[in-house]
């Protein structure tokens, strides 16, 4: 027979809960917190150039990945017009745009979804992920709706449980139907009600990755407590078909932990030094100029790579008071790509601080024109040892 647990035991019984509770959560810090920094990495960008000769104007590119010989970018919500909604194939050899696709087009399915009028206006794009080797088909992360078309009061009703914020984080798969870039489904995020992850539109996931298992991983800039995140889902067989939520989990990483500051997750992809290897997660810190090489089995500590961002002037030679090189006040890198054994950042400039970079008279253009730039980064085996 069971005896019922007297009051002063089920007092020790909720105290033991607490502190095992706080004692797991110490943990989870420290074991995050056991990082190991290297050397700075210095690289030297390009601007990248449109199909017009000129370098690109304001495409605020929140994502890159590289696929079939050729990377891809694409722009968020806050970009020039021109430029929204676009898929951007650029070369690898140089910083140019070879293609530019778009602007999307939709299905009859999306368009008879909750969520057609918010991806048909200006939504948010952010995080992309290649989903085929033919490069032919991705998936996209939309991110800050607050000033974009609402959902139906219908349609709120049935996607307001996203456990973060009001209109939900959507998964976008885009197509490329011959030269048309089609959206062709579509679905809204929950998550966990545990993770915490608070209702901050302008903070939330910015990055993706797809791993070799078909894990799709997500990163998020920060949740309530200000740290940095990535949750994950499986892309399994008829996930596309599906019009309910995708219920993501936390990977429980063992990304750093900060007591103070912003240190968001602005991008990133997935690296396996060897075919067997459990691989790595390399996310671009933005606010920090740094990389994280994140262990994807999360055995070992996090490895912090710090970045020195130069940017050439494209002065006219006459013009001797300008350096031909000059260092970066601001990068703002969001998009992050393994290309090999090199890792391919793009920036998405940040408006306020974007124009802190100019030292010569002769880039101010570029720089007022929001104008990115591509670096490289090799990746150096001892990260991953």
């Known amino acids: 027979m069971n005896t019922p647990a007297t009051p002063k035991a089920s007092k020790t019984l909720a105290l033991t809960g607490y502190f095992f509770s706080c004692w797991l959560l110490v943990s989870t810090h420290l074991a995050a917190n056991q990082f190991t920094e290297v050397n700075k990495e210095v690289t030297v960008g390009e601007w990248i150039v449109d199909l017009d000769g000129k370098t690109m104007l304001d495409p605020q590119s929140s994502g890159l990945k590289y696929a079939n010989g050729h990377l891809y970018s694409l722009s968020d919500g806050s970009a020039d ?7 951007h194939q650029l070369s690898t050899d140089e910083a140019a745009v070879l293609k530019k696709y778009g602007p999307t087009q939709f299905s009859e399915r999306v368009k008879n979804s909750c969520f057609y009028d918010y991806l048909a206006d200006k939504p948010d794009y952010e995080g992309l992920a290649v989903l085929n ?32 914020t009001l209109y939900p984080t959507l998964l976008v798969r885009i197509s490329l139907l011959g030269e048309s870039l089609v959206v062709d ?91 067997q290897s459990t691989g790595y997660l390399i996310a671009a810190a933005r606010n920090d100029n740094k990389l994280w090489i994140i262990d994807l089995a999360a055995q070992k500590p996090t490895v912090k790579v710090p970045l020195l961002f130069i940017a050439p002037s494209l002065a006219e030679q006459s013009a001797r008071y300008c350096a031909p090189l000059h260092e970066m006040d601001n990068a703002s890198i969001e998009g992050v790509a393994v290309m090999g054994d090199e890792l391919v950042l793009i920036n ?38």
Not at 81 to 87: C, G, K, N, W
Not at 147 to 159: E, I, W
Not at 364 to 369: G, I, Q
């Open 185 to 275: 489904a579509v679905r809204p995020v929950q998550f966990p009600i545990d993770a915490n992850v608070g209702d901050a539109a302008n903070d939330g996931i910015e990055g993706l990755a797809l791993t070799k298992h078909n894990e799709l991983l997500l990163g998020l800039e920060k949740d309530a407590n200000n740290q940095a995140r990535v949750f994950k889902t499986k892309l399994e067989d008829g996930f596309w078909d599906e019009q309910d939520f995708v219920r993501v989990s936390d990977t429980k990483l063992l990304l750093p932990y900060f007591d103070e500051g912003r240190h968001p997750i602005n991008g990133m992809d997935v690296y396996y030094p060897e075919p």
């Open 348 to 385: 998405d400039p940040w408006k306020v601080n974007y124009k802190k970079n100019i030292v010569c008279e002769a880039d101010t253009a570029r720089y007022e024109m929001f104008s990115p730039l591509l670096f490289k980064v090799s990746l150096n085996p001892n990260w991953f040892k």
């Open 133 to 164: 080797e033919q490069a032919t088909q991705w998936v996209f992360v939309t991110e800050d709706a607050r000033n974009g078309v609402q959902l139906s009061p219908s349609c709120q009703t049935r996607y307001k449980d996203t456990h973060s």
């Open 81 to 87: 017009e021109s430029q929204q909604r676009r898929l």
